[in-house]
């Protein structure tokens, strides 16, 4: 089984930056891609960002220029860097991973993290 766990949601101010974190655990798979969702309140959960194994990455529009998604190979960590953040940042984040078990994809997620971005 693979776990997943984001951390480092909070308060921030408009303009301010923040840096989410996702850590992976388990054994016996292979990792493909791992993304960053969020959802705020009423509404559906939706893209933000990804990054391949390979080392692409994508970005969804509104994100562009602000958000950067990276790993630390050392750490086994996947960040989500926030800068410039603006009030309808506001959202829970989740990280998602995709892998092979075997030879199934597979998709998991985390808990979530709140980010709350007000003034």
């Known amino acids: 089984q693979v776990q997943v766990t984001e951390s480092g949601g909070g308060l921030v101010q408009p303009g301010g930056s923040l840096r989410l974190s996702c850590a992976v655990s388990?054994?016996?798979?292979?990792?493909?891609?791992t993304a960053w969702y969020r959802q705020a309140p009423g509404q559906q959960r939706e893209f933000v960002a990804s990054?391949?194994?390979?080392?692409?990455?994508n970005y969804t529009d509104f994100v562009k220029g602000r958000f950067t998604i990276s790993r630390d190979y050392a750490k086994d960590l996947v960040y989500l860097q926030m800068n410039d953040v603006k009030p309808e940042d506001t959202a829970v984040y989740y990280c998602?991973?995709?892998?092979?078990?075997?030879?199934?994809?597979?998709?998991?997620w985390g808990q979530g993290t709140q980010v709350t971005v007000s003034s």
């Open positions: 998602n991973i995709e892998c092979l078990i075997s030879v199934r994809r597979r998709h998991f």
């Open positions: 388990g054994r016996d798979f292979a990792r493909i891609e």
């Open positions: 990054l391949h194994a390979a080392g692409a990455t």
